[in-house]
């Protein structure tokens, strides 16, 4: 059995009433942290796609240096 003093009851009743902002505010912040990985990943997608195309231009450029010696 336990036994809880008027001033524990407050105290626990003060604390009840942060939670339903503490979970807003949790939410919240899952919220931005989706947008911000999504984010990253679409960077690092582009980022991905441009060395592509630079090695690709690479290539190309040595080719046809190659082709204009001989």
Known sequence: MYIISTLQCEKLLGEAVVLPGLRSELEALRRRQGRIINSNALLFTSV????KIYYYLCCKCV?????TKS
């Open 63 to 67: 080719i046809l240096f190659v082709c």
């Open 48 to 51: 991905s796609l441009l060395c």
